[in-house]
T-cell receptor
Framework: TQLLEQSPQFLSIQEGENLTVYCNSS?????LQWYRQEPGEGPVLLVT?????EVKKLKRLTFQFGDARKDSSLHITAAQPGDTGLYLC?????????FGAGTTVTVRA | GAVVSQHPSRVICKSGTSVKIECRSL??????MFWYRQFPKQSLMLMAT?????????EQGVEKDKFLINHASLTLSTLTVTSAHPEDSSFYIC??????????FGPGTRLTVL
């Protein structure tokens, strides 16, 4: 099983501030996904990155995939209360996805 | 596109009874579906991989006789929790994969065993 480590585990910030969530592994992944999950719901796919060094932007969210395809980051600019949720990274590479432990983000109004 | 549904969304049952949870891919065919379990404020734990027309592959530590999985068609997989006990109470989530590495998740089923 390929392990993914996410940090920080919890993040609480004020509306308008920026935040970054990290996802690291010692293994190489052919692709990496970021999901957001709200309480009582299933995870929703935000983005898939497949190329080392790739940067993808989704409105105020910026996703980076490390050059060696072992790590990734999610940066949120000017966070809003609607960004509150559990953020999960998951790596492909073989048949199954490996999930990080998740980062609980709380954005205070 | 890529919508996955689960039914029921919530279920409460008595200890010793069996509960069936359905997972459907609504607008695509999925040869592979996955079943996860999630405890409060924790990540997803893969329980088993469900392949259409063949036996499910269970992760280490997951009892296959307790968690019965059937993937009868390209759009439907079911998870049956047999002889449920309070420790089986959890949030069960399925996902379906229309393409390599991309999984789309259902909304989850909250199981409470009294």
């Amino acid at each position: 099983t390929q392990l993914l480590e996410q940090s920080p585990q919890f993040l609480s910030i004020q509306e308008g501030e920026n935040l970054t969530v990290y996802c690291n592994s010692s293994s190489v992944f052919s692709s990496l996904q970021w999901y957001r999950q709200e309480p009582g719901e299933g995870p929703v796919l935000l983005v898939t990155v497949v190329t080392g060094g790739e940067v993808k932007k989704l409105k105020r969210l910026t996703f980076q995939f490390g050059d060696a395809r072992k790590d990734s980051s999610l940066h949120i600019t000017a966070a809003q209360p609607g960004d509150t949720g559990l953020y999960l990274c998951a790596g492909g590479g073989d048949y199954k996805l490996s999930f990080g432990a998740g980062t609980t983000v709380t954005v205070r109004a | 596109g890529a919508v996955v549904s689960q039914h029921p969304s919530r279920v409460i049952c008595k200890s010793g009874t069996s509960v069936k949870i359905e997972c459907r891919s609504l607008d695509f065919q999925a040869t592979t579906m996955f079943w996860y379990r999630q405890f409060p404020k924790q990540s997803l734990m893969l329980m088993a991989t469900s392949n259409e027309g063949s036996k499910a592959t269970y992760e280490q530590g997951v009892e296959k006789d307790k968690f019965l999985i059937n993937h009868a068609s390209l759009t439907l997989s079911t998870l049956t929790v047999t002889s449920a006990h309070p420790e089986d109470s959890s949030f069960y989530i399925c996902s379906a994969r229309p393409a390599t590495d991309t999984q789309y998740f259902g909304p989850g089923t909250r199981l409470t065993v009294l």
